[in-house]
């Protein structure tokens, strides 16, 4: 395993391990969920240079664009959750509930 497979591994396994044990605020998990993208996008973007494909150079570009879709979203979720509930705390929010 070369150091850069074993930075973006180390990369996603921390972003989900924060998101597995801190989960108390929404931001937080946000931004576990935006770094276990961007090591992905780090991932993907090594991989074809590595193999010498120029056949997936428009993945990394796809990845990236998913993951600013995925950041918006969850701005605007935690801004409607911050409205309506007055704080990001998860354990306030409650699905069930109308």
Known sequence: MTLSHFSFCSAFFL???GLAFHRTHLLSALLCLEGMMLSLYVGISIWPMQTL???LSLT????LTFSACEA???LALLVAATRTHG???LHNLNLLQC
């Open 15 to 17: 972003g989900l391990t």
């Open 53 to 55: 494909s120029l056949s």
């Open 60 to 63: 990394p570009m796809l990845m």
């Open 72 to 74: 918006s979203t969850g």
């Open 87 to 89: 704080a990001d705390k």
